[in-house]
């Protein structure tokens, strides 16, 4: 139980690439934190860097209020569960989970009714005899927890622990974390790449990239006020849209038409040249599946629906658009730098199930320009965060 | 299916030509320990000894009773697992360092071992008993022990230190974690993990040892450190002009044992794939 205190830091290789460059976080006591980010973001370096197992280059980090830079890790009890479980293959699942008690010299007591308490937690009683390499991926995932959880340790770190499990045990497993970590109120640093985990897991969640720290903020906040446009592209499935546009008159144009736009949004992006827009899928109706007289026609445009994806509980609609080559070139960019890859510029919008849309044919849609953001082309900062 | 059985017929006579190839030396030297000294000499070319020609356990008897065969025996042994034991040990901790650090002349450390484990190990044999005689450790247990040792630990590091590659760096990390020092990890997590190769090396390092001759013969004078190979050699018996060839089969036959014991011994602790289950492969 303690706090971890991150401040401004460095870890630069012998190549002096600061792999993580100038972070401050504070978790705080029993807060489940989230490092996410692309791979090569500098994450799991840091997680490293808590734990003990990379230098500090330069900055401060407190454990409990007690700096650590120069602790060795066996001196700064923490408990950690890695990607690949590292499990001792050699010893059963009993040795397994009493291995870091043994070597804290517990009596003998005490470990059986340690290691006990934590294979049932787990659900792992039948297994305590067997070797790792006899059990199947799930039940090396929760050794390793158990492992973790088994001493009191100050806090867990997990660095990926899902990536190597299917998806159906993933989603397991994930729900399993989360009800440990509330029913042990152990502060909880966890390393991932996938948003799923990100955003259901967290109480907060840090956003990197290229070892910066881009946002810190809830779930909610993220996916409702990214800071810029890495931090709104990397947060969302389907990623959010982003459409080249002009802000004049208060009213905003994009590839599809000129709508009109919330005056304090309008206010601050006016005259501003051409921006970068960002419109979630969600953010878009199919105007024929809308009650009559609630549609903003003002609001509306014709599109031409390329691809149609049904899902049962709503369906996913592709626009292709022609976009000019200095917007296009971005959102390659941008693309590029969340691990994805952008062949075509198209907008991608979520229709209600009941729509009957169909593929290659046109359609009147409804864009609700008041949850739009609007970037700065060259900075990549939000303009409208916070309306 | 008519392909299949053809194969197979083959491979077991492939197995079979092979088998005695290797093999018929070995019975032959066991049939003969088995004959009497004057059915050899008169000459008994049969595999099974001739009527009236057979010694029973009598030659094996003669041999124990010899106190300097005795004496080369214990010899042997002791010098072998001495230096297997060092040898072993050193390497480990050097192939650990090869793996895990990164250091200057890593290299060059490497490459060394390597020209020493080719060097012909006559051209050492006349200085080194110069020195030996100088240290005064000439006919010594120590005398031979540093010889074997510097010519097996090349392939004990070179074997080990692919062991210790192969082991992922996470187990020892997550035995820091786990709040263990480096030397605990490395005790209670790597070398239980590298124990295939330690076996491994341990076994080339005792066969060197044991089959060694030239060392044995040139370094040793008396019975003080004579080791079987160069023992044997010594076994005329009482006429030199007609040595006993079937006590010499028994001698050879007792020199034997302990290497087919120490296998077999061995083989069991070198199973392949200990690391299953360390990680997610």
Redesign the interface.
Known sequence: MATIEMKNIVKKYGDGFPAVNDVSIDVADGEFLILVGPSGCGKSTLLRMI???EDITSGDMLIGGERVNDL???DR????V?Q???????LTVYENIA??LR??KKSEKEIDEKVREASKTLDLDEHLQR?????S?GQ?QRVAMG?AIV?EAKAFLFDEPLS?LDAKLRGQMRTEIARLQKKLGITTVYVTHDQTEAMTLGDRVAVMKRGILQQLASPRELYEQPVNLFVAGFIGSPPMNFLPATVEGGKVTLPFGTFPLPADKAAKTEGKGLLMAGIRPEHFEDVSVIEEGHVDTSRTFEAHIDVREWLGDQQYAYVPYEAEAKVQDQLKELARESDSDSLRTQLVVSLDAASKVSEDDDATLFIDTDKMHLFDPTSGDNLTVGL | MKTDVKSRIGTAIGCALILIWCLLPVAWIISLSFKSQEAVTVGSPGFFPSKGGGAGWQNYQDVLADDQFRRAIFNSIGISLIATLLSVILATLAAYAIARLEFSGKKFVLTTALVIAMFPVVSLVGPLFDMWRTFGIYDTWPGLIIPYMSFTLPLAIWTLSAFFREI?W??E?????????SW?AFR??IV??A?PGVFTAAILTFFFAWNDFVFGISLTSTENARPIPAALSFFVGADPFNRPASLLAAGAVVATVPIVVLVLFFQRKIVAG???????G
Do not use: I
Request: avoid cysteine; proline fraction near 11%.
């Open positions: 734990v003990g197992l060795a890790p066996r009890n923490l408990s950690m890695f690949n479980y590292a499990l001792y293959p050699h291995f870091p070597l804290a070797k790792p390499a006899n059990l991926g090396r492992r001493r190597n | 992922p996470e187990m990390q997550a035995a820091q974690v786990d709040g263990a020092t605990q209670k997590v239980p993990l124990a200990l690391t299953a289950g360390a990680v997610k």
